[in-house]
């Protein structure tokens, strides 16, 4: 199950799924974490020091290793060169399994121990003042997505993305990519206000979309929430004392969180865990055929000099692989 957290900057993306990836190791679910955001936070809320944290592989600087193995043998991509993040698998690419070893992870996860439980790490780097200009963050986002392309994920696994909301995230297809995405709003007009954005654009794509509210200091808060978001918004976090702590650098079992919030973690489990049955290979692979032309035409033709649209594998669909016979 892929599932992203996206909001406008301070929100608590990051707060959120760290806590997020905690329920679900606690829960023995395997999880992996991705830090797609600009503001590279993930590992420290999940525990890391600033200095572990500093050392993670990103994933934008292996993306020549992590081209060359999905590209595999797929006689469509000539070379990695000519594989932008959008360069959808065909017959011959290799797939992602997040349950097995690959030359992907081993170059660039990181383990990452919780008090219950652990998650695999994955980083795409700090955003440098280059990625910020014309190229934009999609250089560093785009190997996440080309990951979630060759990805064949199952029921009981998870990958969790904290991500930015940016008007960014819309120019790709990444925003498409995910089984659901947990929108964190604080109650303020701009925190509903992104929300409003982003629903308009997920609607378009068939997107699975709730809002996750965070900070509310009392019930007008949440009132408000309610009142402008409606049955979009799936559960609201108060001010956490647990999370205030680890600010500090008091680090509390995770079984000391405030009793509603590990409830609320549950709720967007369970709100998870219900789109299995809604998941549409065929679907999810017209997306990334659809993303990927419209690059192509956009500015990838022009940046590889080649025609990307014959890339595409009109016979082929990204499909779930089915579970091993037992011995
Ligand atoms: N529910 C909460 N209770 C207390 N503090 C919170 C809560 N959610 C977020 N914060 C704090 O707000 C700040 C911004 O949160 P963060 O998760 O980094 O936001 P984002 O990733 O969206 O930029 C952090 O200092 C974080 O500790
Ligand atoms: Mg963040």
């Known amino acids: 199950m892929k599932i992203a957290f996206v909001g406008k900057g301070g929100s608590g993306k990051t707060t959120l799924s760290s806590l997020f990836v905690r329920h679900l190791a606690a829960r023995g679910v395997p999880v992996t974490a991705v830090d797609a955001d600009i503001n ?13 944290a500093a050392a993670c592989p990103p994933l934008g600087g292996r993306l020549p290793l992590i081209k060359d193995y999905l590209r595999g043998e797929n006689p469509r991509i000539l070379s990695s060169e000519t594989m932008i993040k959008t360069t959808p698998p065909g017959a011959g690419s290799r797939l992602l ?12 996860a990181t383990e990452v121990p919780l008090d219950k439980g652990a998650a695999r790490l994955l980083v795409t780097g700090p955003f440098t003042a280059d990625d910020l200009g014309v190229a934009c963050y999609h250089s560093k986002t785009g190997a996440v997505e080309l990951c979630l392309n060759h990805l064949v994920d199952g029921r009981d696994e998870y990958l969790v993305v904290d991500m930015t909301a940016g008007s960014d995230s819309f120019a790709s297809g990444l925003f498409t990519r995910f089984d659901m995405t947990f929108l964190v709003a604080e109650p303020t007009r ?8 982003y629903r308009e654009y997920a609607r378009d794509y068939g997107v699975a979309l709730r809002v996750v509210g965070n900070k509310a200091r ?18 609201t976090f108060g001010h956490s004392d647990w999370v205030r702590a680890m600010e500090r650098g008091q680090r509390r079992p995770f079984a000391a969180l405030d009793a509603d919030d590990a409830r609320a973690l549950g709720a967007m489990h369970r709100a998870a865990d219900a789109g299995y049955p809604l998941r549409d290979w065929e679907r999810y692979t017209q997306q990334m055929v659809h993303f990927h032309l419209k690059n192509a035409a956009s500015w990838g033709n022009d940046r590889t000099g080649a025609d990307l649209a014959a890339q ?16």
């Open 97 to 108: 399994r997040l349950s097995e070893e690959n030359p992907v992870f081993d170059a660039c």
């Open 218 to 235: 009392d019930p007008e808060d949440v009132a408000f929430l309610r009142e402008e978001i409606g049955d979009d918004l799936l559960v």
């Open 40 to 52: 590279q936070h993930l590992g420290v809320a999940l525990g890391l020091t600033e200095e572990e």
């Open 190 to 197: 701009k925190g509903v206000s992104v929300y409003r954005q």
């Open 312 to 327: 595409v594998d009109p016979g082929f669909v990204l499909r779930e692989a089915p579970s091993p016979l037992p011995a």
